[in-house]
């Protein structure tokens, strides 16, 4: 049997290689549901190639242009945020690939694991910010949460067959983004088009501004958190530059296992798609030779305050993880549209998180008001 692959978000960087790898093989996987936000023309062209059951336009004013356009085929056209969170649970899907940006992934993450559905997570906004609500609702509904960042699905890889043996650390690596090594003078001067060239990943342009400020790995960071169910003094981020080592485990006997490859985002999509098999492939393969070193060293945070503020975040836990994440994504937003600088992004975010209401324990109604309360509050200090 096939496996019919809900894709969420199949118009951005992980949905479009997603799809890429259902195209290298056809005979396992078929594509039952596209989703996009506003990228209509991109989710058509899909819609023609894959011919999913349905497919979603968020944005709802495009709804008539999707079904115009997709009248001849036999496709189910569904529009706004409530179809875009629903559609993940049809009995059709057998599993759902959240690859939405942002805040955006929550709900049609939550509502795909209540429906029983294995999920590849590529969002990992999700997790930093409702983390132990998500994790305990795949714990209850025996489901899987496979992750599909580079780093998390490398330290996932490194435990398969390891569940008896105690983690004592986890090493994330970082590439350092485009500004390694540069001072706090230097990033107040960067410009947007410096900071979306990043040296080792094609990416989109919010993850990227995220990678460079490393932002990205915060948030990894606390992802981790959740996906491993360690504690914050068990994860360590290390910057390796040349991107070929995307994770290690250090265990209880001081023994070290990492995963190695070229920087290809398909791969870990693949590796979660067709879990627990590996499954051939003609993508590139890593050669030594190539790299004659592979080196490594500490991340700055005095440097780039982000990694440290998501580290406080994780730290503090309740709701301000939920807090970092929608005030990063009103500055990210803010940056992009060069209404503020570089550096000012850590300060709006630090700025928030003094800000908005402490929750100790909150449910998701209580992370869906600390989002809007933080954008509110994140989006008055940008005007200032």
């Excluded at 118009?11 to 799809?19: F, M, V």
Aim: negative net charge.
């Amino acid at each position: 049997m096939k496996r019919r692959i809900a894709i969420l978000g199949s118009t951005g960087s992980i949905g479009t290689q997603a799809l890429e790898v259902i195209k290298q093989h056809p005979e396992l996987f078929e594509t039952e549901v596209l989703t996009a936000g506003r990228n209509a023309e991109l989710l058509v062209q899909q819609a023609v190639e894959f011919q999913p059951n349905v497919v979603v336009i968020g944005d709802e004013e495009k709804y008539d242009w999707v079904s115009r356009e997709l009248s001849d085929h036999p496709i189910k056209v569904y529009a706004g945020r409530e179809a875009l969170a629903q559609v993940g649970a049809m009995s059709t899907v057998d599993m759902v690939l959240v690859a939405l940006v942002g805040f955006a992934g929550l709900v049609p993450t939550f509502r795909a694991l209540e429906a029983g559905k294995p999920v590849a997570l590529a969002n990992k906004e999700t997790l930093v910010v409702a983390g132990d609500l998500v994790m305990k609702l795949a714990r209850e509904k025996g489901v899987p949460l496979l992750p599909v960042d580079s780093e998390h699905s490398a330290i996932f890889q490194c435990l398969v067959g390891e569940a008896d043996n105690k983690i004592e650390k986890l090493i994330l690596t970082a590439s350092g983004g485009p500004f390694r090594g540069k001072s706090v003078d230097f990033l107040r001067k960067v410009t947007r088009c410096q900071a979306l060239n990043h040296p080792n990943w094609k990416m989109g342009d919010k993850i990227t501004i995220d990678s460079a400020s490393l932002m990205n790995k915060g948030f990894e960071a606390i992802e981790a958190k959740w996906l491993f169910d360690v504690v914050p003094e068990q994860i360590e981020i290390v910057v390796h530059p040349q991107s070929i080592v995307h994770s290690l485990v250090q265990f209880a006997d001081g023994s070290l296992k990492a995963q190695m490859g070229l920087p290809d985002m398909k791969l870990p999509i693949q590796y979660a798609m067709g879990f627990p098999k590996r499954l051939v492939n003609d993508f590139p393969r890593f050669n030594f030779t190539d790299y004659p070193e592979l080196s490594f060293e500490k991340a700055d945070v005095s440097v780039f305050r982000n990694l440290s503020l998501a580290f406080e975040a994780m730290n503090q836990g309740g709701n301000i993880p939920c807090i970092l994440n929608a005030a990063n994504e009103v500055a990210v937003e803010a940056f992009l549209k060069s209404r503020i600088g570089f550096v000012e992004m850590s300060s709006v975010i630090e700025q928030t998180m003094e800000k908005v209401s402490f929750v100790k324990h909150p449910g998701l109604d209580d992370y869906l008001r600390t989002d809007e309360e933080a954008r509110r509050v994140a989006s008055e200090i940008v005007a200032k």
